[in-house]
C-alpha cells in the first residue's frame, strides 16, 4: 500500500512505542503485564487507523477539470474572486476517512502560493474562512484556477509538494491536509469550461470530474 510522502513522521511513532510496550510487558505479570499490554493495543490500533489515514492510491485519471479532493461537494456557485475573476465556485468536504492527498485539476503552472494562519474551526462552516489555510493559484491553457487548502478542526498542517513555477499535470499529487479538512476551487467562467457536479455530489480526487472542457 501506497503512503502518502510526509506520513512517515506520523505513522511510526505509534508503533514504535507498541513495540515497545510490547517487550516490556514480557517482563511483568499480573495487573503490569495486562495495562502494558492495554497500551501495546491502543498503540497498534492507531498505526492501523493511521495506515489507513494516510493511504495514498494510484488513480487512473478522469476526463475535464477533475476533482482536487476526495469527499462531498458541499458548495456550487457563481462567484467573483480577486484573482480569477468571473468564476465558479466549488466547495469539497473531505471526512476523516476520505484520501488526504490532494490532485492537480489540470495542467498548469504555479504561479503563486500563499500561507495563511488562522483558527482551526470544523471545516464545513461558514466560519472557517478564518481557518489557516493555503492558496495555490495556477496558470493553465482555460485561465486561471485558484485552490485552497483549509484546514479543520483535526487538520492541523497543511503539506504542499509544489512550489512557485512547478509544472503539474492533470492528477498530479500536489498536496495534503491531516485529519479532516475542506477544499475550495475557483474555476474561470468562459464558454470551454461547464460544470458537472452538484452539491451532495461524492468525488474521487483525480477521478470524477468538476466540469467539462468543450475545446
Known amino acids: 500500500m501506497r503512503l502518502a510522502t510526509g506520513s512517515w513522521s506520523w505513522i511510526l511513532p505509534p508503533f514504535i512505542s507498541g513495540s515497545i510496550l510490547l517487550a516490556i510487558s514480557l517482563l511483568f505479570s499480573n495487573i503490569f503485564r495486562s495495562v502494558l499490554f492495554f497500551l501495546c493495543v491502543v498503540s497498534f490500533l492507531l498505526f492501523g487507523v493511521l495506515l489507513i489515514f494516510f493511504r495514498d492510491p494510484d488513480r487512473q485519471i478522469g476526463q475535464g477539470v477533475v476533482a482536487v479532493a476526495d469527499g462531498v461537494i458541499r458548495e456550487v456557485e457563481k462567484r467573483v474572486d480577486h484573482d480569477v475573476g468571473d468564476c465558479l465556485y466549488i466547495s469539497t468536504f473531505m471526512n476523516i476517512h476520505n484520501v488526504h492527498v490532494n490532485r492537480a485539476p489540470v495542467d498548469g503552472t504555479v504561479i503563486a502560493r500563499k500561507h495563511q494562519s488562522g483558527t482551526h474551526l470544523p471545516a464545513f462552516t461558514k466560519e472557517s474562512k478564518r481557518n489557516e489555510h493555503l492558496t495555490l493559484l495556477l496558470e493553465t491553457s482555460h485561465g486561471p484556477m485558484k485552490i ?53 455530489q461524492w468525488v474521487k480526487a483525480g477521478v470524477d470530474s468538476l466540469a467539462e472542457i468543450n475545446d
Open 148 to 200: 485552497v487548502l483549509i484546514a479543520g478542526t483535526l487538520a492541523r498542517r497543511i503539506v504542499a509538494y509544489v512550489d512557485v513555477d512547478a509544472v503539474v499535470s492533470k492528477g498530479d499529487r500536489i498536496s495534503m491536509i491531516r485529519l479532516g479538512s475542506r477544499v475550495d476551487i475557483y474555476l474561470p467562467v468562459n464558454d470551454t469550461i461547464t460544470c458537472t457536479v452538484t452539491k451532495g
